[in-house]
């Protein structure tokens, strides 16, 4: 069974950091193309960065500069560093392969 679970997430102050893990069972990330989206309270599934096989990488405008993407394929794992955190950055986190999500995890950012 393909199965995605994240975790890392928290609540952080604004310029915060939070470091999120994505732990992949059930198949090898290795050669696929992951992805982190969000989803805000009361708002749509939004793209926040994807990784490809090679390492390449793409973000959302609005995380560009703050966010990093990265992946272990030893461990078959998948992160996102997010950095200098805005209150507009609250939402599930939920990491992503083609049309599989985990149940993601929280990030909330309030003083």
């Known amino acids: 069974e393909v199965q995605l679970v994240e975790s890392g997430g928290g609540l952080v102050q604004p310029g915060g950091s939070l470091r999120l893990s994505c732990a992949a069972s059930?198949?090898?990330?290795?050669?696929?193309?992951m992805a982190w989206y969000r989803q805000a309270p009361g708002k749509g599934l939004e793209w926040v960065s994807t990784i490809n096989s090679g390492g390449g990488t793409t973000y959302a405008d609005s995380v560009k500069g703050r966010f990093i993407i990265s992946r272990d394929n030893a461990k078959n794992m998948l992160y996102l560093q997010l950095t200098s955190l805005k209150t507009e950055d609250t939402a599930m986190y939920y990491c992503?392969?083609?049309?599989?999500r985990g149940q993601g995890t929280q990030v909330t950012v309030s003083s």
């Open positions: 059930g198949f090898t990330i290795r050669g696929y193309v």
């Open positions: 992503a392969q083609a049309s599989t």
